[in-house]
């Protein structure tokens, strides 16, 4: 005889959950208040209620009662078109007393009425919880973990399931049942919040060997809300060790449609060492997929923070990504964080500056072209450094980073030439003058002086073109 005591994993609960039925759909209510408890069943026109107190015993069929602690009784009551039916079963002494009504008369409690509440008896145990600590206790003492899981599959909804998965986990599991029961709660489980519940507060036993890694990803991949689903990641990434899960963990981060969700899973994965395969697979195939310019621009932050072998063609997807970014202040922080911390990155001139481009704003502009001379990463890409200058609009932005080029960078006096000439074109006779101005005191190569003569001739103003001049000579 196992002595029961009705769980608080699914008393202290008040819930409505619908089933799909052929016919109608069924609600079920638990509700406990100072130990009394009360089931609600409502399916159409057929309604019942189950209310108990204290602790009692189902027989080895789950068809009769056992036995009912001295405080405590068990009432059912059934409510159909044209039939009512109700049961009080008490203690007395060591026996139990029944009191049967039917329709409203009491009754005799015969083979009729005993049949009735045996079937239902059967059926309450499957649909509400009733009784599930003492029948997992029998289940797991008759044929252990797998007598368990073959009784949940005969359970109906999520929620009584889960009642059973987490009673199973209360027991020392032995290591090699682990991976059945994640895949079972995988493939059993409907729920989103159920899974989550699940696999959040049993994680210590479920996921405590790596090897069940993969089994847990699966079981988690059908999930639909981004919310829980992130929340299931999260629990399993520091597990991660080998390239194979790495890959199967960002195959399901893709899978997420909020970018916000995405940001705070790939925050967490990029935090630990991630390999090259892998790095290449995120920056390439995830992070185009955030849309968000600021959570795209978070993650490559935390990427150029927390990663260090970067191959030539990660960080020309990294640019790539930065270029499709529609705000050119997020496209400017995330380019000059690039250049601080992987300046190798610059090598390939024609992403780089291709994603300079998209950049409308001249201060924006500007500030990653003043990144790149401080970095010192102009010279072997002067050409390019040049025809951006001369897609900016502001003569102020761009006078001032090419007085920042002659002045920060060691050119040869044929490219500070180059330079020069390349400046012909500003409008401005305030800052080509002071351009020109800075030039001049940068070197009296004779090239350099040719230079700034010819393009001091594009200055209207007698004034700054007299200081330009005075400068020469």
């Known amino acids: ?63 009769s009662i056992n036995s009912i602690s001295s405080d405590g009784y068990l009432e059912v009551e059934e409510k159909r078109p044209g039939t009512a039916r109700k049961l009080l079963i008490e203690p007395n002494g060591n026996q139990l007393s029944y009191r049967y009504r039917e329709d409203g008369r009491t009754t005799e409690y015969d083979a009729e009425a005993q049949a009735w509440f045996a079937d239902l008896l059967t ?3 499957r649909k509400t919880g009733l009784g599930a600590e003492s029948r997992v206790e029998r289940f797991y003492s008759q044929s252990g973990t797998e007598g368990v899981l073959e009784e949940i599959a005969r359970l109906e909804g999520d929620h009584v399931q889960t009642i059973y998965f987490k009673l199973l986990l209360d027991y020392d599991i032995p290591s090699r ?5 994640i895949r079972a709660v995988g493939s059993t489980i409907n729920s989103d919040h159920y899974r989550t519940e699940i696999f959040k507060e049993h994680r210590q036993v479920l996921l405590a060997d790596a090897s069940n890694v993969d089994s847990y990803l699966s079981a988690i991949s059908t999930v639909d809300s981004d919310h829980y689903k992130s929340e299931l990641i999260s629990l399993v990434v520091d597990l991660i060790m080998s390239s194979s899960d790495q890959n199967n963990l960002l195959a399901l981060i893709a899978t997420l449609d909020s970018d916000h969700y995405k940001h705070e899973v790939i925050s967490q994965v990029v935090r630990q060492p991630v390999s090259e395969e892998n790095l290449s697979f995120l920056v390439e195939n995830l992070l185009p997929e955030i849309d968000s310019d600021h959570y795209r621009s978070e993650v490559i932050d935390e990427l150029l923070e927390h990663q260090n072998d970067w191959s030539s063609a990660a960080l020309d997807h990294i640019m790539e990504a930065v270029g499709q970014m529609d705000s050119d202040h997020y496209q400017a922080e995330s380019l000059k964080r690039l250049l601080r911390t992987q300046p190798q990155a610059s090598k390939n001139y024609d992403i780089l500056y291709r994603a300079l481009e998209e950049i409308d704003s001249d201060h924006y502009k500007s500030e990653v072209m003043h990144s790149l001379i401080k970095q010192d990463q102009v010279v072997p890409s002067l050409n ?22 002659v002045s ?14 390349s400046a012909s074109d500003i409008k401005s006779d305030h800052y080509l003058s002071e351009f020109l101005l800075e030039a001049c005191q940068e070197s009296d190569d004779e090239k350099v002086t040719d230079a700034i003569a010819q393009t001091a001739k594009s200055i209207s103003s007698d004034h700054y073109y007299g200081r330009v001049m005075k400068c020469l000579n």
């Not at 005591?5 to 069924?26: D, G, I, M, Y």
């Open 1 to 63: 005889m196992i002595l029961h005591k009705l769980s608080s994993t699914f008393l202290l609960v008040s819930l409505s959950l619908l089933c799909t039925h052929p016919l109608s759909a069924q609600s079920i209510s638990i509700h406990e208040n100072n130990g009394d408890r009360k089931i609600v069943v409502e399916e159409g026109r057929k309604k019942l209620t189950i209310r108990s107190e204290g602790t009692f015993s189902l027989s080895e069929d789950d068809r």
């Open 123 to 125: 059926t309450l145990v």
């Open 177 to 181: 049942d682990i991976d059945e029961i």
């Open 384 to 405: 390019s450094f040049l025809q951006g200058t001369q897609m900016m609009g502001s003569d102020h932005h761009r006078a001032g980073v090419l007085r920042s080029l």
């Open 408 to 421: 920060e960078t060691d050119l040869t006096p044929d490219q500070l030439a180059e330079v020069i000439n």
